[in-house]
Each structure stands twice: as structure tokens, then as C-alpha cells.
């Protein structure tokens, strides 16, 4: 639990940062995470605003309160201890698309909040393509910037031009993206930085109902390949150069290898899936499982794309 001298100071706290958005206390992480894994946060704050997001940042530098800054939380891992300090979720719950503004030209400014399926339809009903990599992809828009996320069809750095984001020192930095700067799962951006908006340029769609005939196919590919019947967090670990994963994975012998509830799925290897009671200790001992197997069966080390945070003890 956070350590402040009384319990006015905590509730003082409390009610300071329910000025700036919706606040809980005690939280079970599980709620919020796609693994449906991880203790409980001491405090939960959803912002109402970029405003209140360095806002609340500061209340938390101010106080020397550890923050932590999720998305919608489809690329987390939370230990069964839970997270210490406050835990700012950048995420929206619903598909309300007014915190996304498109010009004719094909120029769109979204929210970091906005959840990604939001956007592919809002720039379908507006006649643009360029998002159809998103299809599928759970989570918000934040989340996906930071990690560059992407598939085989392309990534965010592809149609990003421009990233607001706070940095650590509590500034609003406007940025453009310099694409010699991104990377495989990496946006470049600095350490600590709290994506609030972006801009994106797409291109006019000769045929939007073509492109939306596109996104419903490759949900339905997605669905037939992934165990979508399974909480999990997408593809594990990152491709190594010139391997794929799943593959690597699948050939040491691992497909179905389980610890406790968590196990790889035999429909993708490079899916870690919740059979039903697994705890987050039981996925980070099968990401390590597969991690050991790996590298002992051909030399190579397989990174996690997955963040792990919080206690794992």
C-alpha cells in the first residue's frame, strides 16, 4: 500500500486526484488486463483529459508516489502482488469516436485513448484505408504508438506523422515522426513518455466498402488462426531476425506445454493462453520456459513483447 503518514494524507490524495479523473482504490488488475491475470493496483485513476494526465503525474512526482501509465491493457502482465503507487490507465471503454477529428485530406487527430477498432471505422466511414493492419488488434491507440504495433501488413510508424506526448519532466512535447527513428515494436520515443494524441495521414479509399470487406476478412483470418476463445495477450514474444517465433517455438517441442492454468496454445505457438485459472506467475514461468527451451534447442533468445509490471513475489 502507498506509504503516507496518516490516512487524511491518503484520503486527501484521494480526493485530489478524483478532480482529475475517475478514481479507484484496491483495485484487481485482472479487470483490466486481456491475460484477466494480476493483483490489485492501490489506486486506479482513468483521466479525463491530456490536461489531467500531467496533472496527475505531478501529484504523483510531487508526493515520490510511483506511477504507472497502461493502455487498454492487451500487452500486460501484472504480478499477482499487484502494483504499488497509482496506475494511470490511459484507455477508453467505449467506441465513442469525438475525441477523433479528420479532415478531407485524409489528416486525422485521435486521442491516445481511443481504442483502435474506434478508429479503423471512423476513417472507413470517412473513405480512408491505411488502418486495415489494425484490424483485430485489441486495445488503444497509446499503447499501440509506443510499441509501433503492427503486423505483416504494416505498423503504426507507417501512417504516423506526428506524436503529443508528456515527457518525463511533466512537458507537453509536440513531435514529429522521424520514421529513421522507429523500429521493430519501437517508436523511438523517450523513456517515460505518456502518449496523449497523434496524427495520422491516410490516403482516400477508392472503395470504402472494399476496405471494410478487408477488415471483417482479416478479423475472421485472425479469429480462425488465434485462440480468441482464450484471455491472452496476442503474440508473446518478438520475431529474432530472420525467424519466426511461432515457429521456433512449435519446432522445440513446446506447442501445449503448460504450467499450472497457463500453456501454449497448440492453435498459434507464440500465444501464452489462460485456461481458466491461471495466475500471472504461472504465464511469466512459461514465457521463461519457452524462453530456456528455445535458446537451448537453437542458440537463440527470444524477447518478450509483452510489459511485465508490478509485484511478482
Keep these: 500500500m502507498i506509504s503516507l503518514t496518516s490516512k487524511n494524507e491518503y484520503n486527501s490524495l484521494i480526493d485530489t486526484l478524483s478532480v482529475y479523473g475517475n478514481v479507484l482504490t484496491d483495485v484487481p488488475m485482472k479487470q483490466y488486463t486481456t491475460f484477466k491475470t494480476g493483483g490489485p493496483a492501490d489506486i486506479l485513476v482513468h483521466p479525463l483529459s ?3 494526465m500531467r496533472t496527475i503525474a505531478a501529484i504523483a ?8 501509465v497502461i493502455g487498454g491493457g ?7 502482488g499487484g502494483i504499488r503507487g497509482i496506475v494511470m490507465r490511459v484507455a477508453l471503454d467505449d467506441d465513442d469516436d469525438k475525441l477523433i477529428i479528420s479532415s478531407e485530406m485524409g489528416t486525422i487527430r485521435a486521442d491516445a485513448r481511443v481504442k483502435k477498432s474506434t478508429l479503423i471505422q471512423h476513417c472507413i466511414h470517412r473513405g480512408f484505408s491505411g488502418v486495415e493492419f489494425m484490424a483485430g488488434i485489441p486495445g488503444c491507440l497509446g499503447g499501440g504508438i509506443v ?3 503492427g503486423t505483416n501488413m504494416g505498423c503504426f510508424a507507417d501512417i504516423l506523422t506526428r506524436v503529443r506526448y508528456i515527457n518525463s519532466k511533466g512537458k507537453k512535447i509536440d ?12 517508436m523511438g520515443l523517450p523513456e517515460g513518455s505518456i502518449v496523449y494524441s497523434a496524427v495520422f ?6 472503395n470504402a466498402q472494399v476496405v471494410q470487406h478487408s477488415v471483417e476478412q482479416i478479423i475472421r483470418e485472425r479469429n480462425q488462426k488465434h485462440p480468441v476463445q482464450f484471455p491472452s495477450a496476442g503474440s508473446v514474444f518478438k520475431n529474432p ?20 492454468g497457463a500453456m501454449v496454445s497448440d492453435l498459434h505457438t507464440n500465444f501464452i493462453i489462460n485456461t481458466g485459472n491461471a495466475t500471472s506467475a504461472d504465464i511469466r514461468n512459461v ?16 524477447y518478450p513483447e509483452v510489459r511485465m509490471i508490478g509485484d511478482f513475489s
Design 74 to 80: 492487451s500487452n500486460l502482465l501484472v504480478g499477482d
Design 50 to 52: 491530456s490536461d489531467d
Design 147 to 149: 510499441m509501433n504495433a
Design 241 to 260: 531476425d530472420g525467424h519466426a517465433s511461432w515457429k521456433l517455438i512449435n519446432d522445440a517441442g513446446l506447442k501445449g506445454k503448460s504450467v499450472g
Design 61 to 68: 512526482s510531487e508526493n515520490r508516489i510511483p506511477l504507472t
Design 201 to 206: 495521414s491516410l490516403v482516400p479509399a477508392e
Design 175 to 186: 513531435e514529429v515522426i522521424n520514421r529513421a527513428n522507429t523500429g521493430y515494436r519501437s
Design 287 to 302: 514465457i521463461e520456459l519457452v524462453q530456456d527451451t528455445v535458446l537451448k534447442t537453437y542458440g537463440i533468445h527470444l
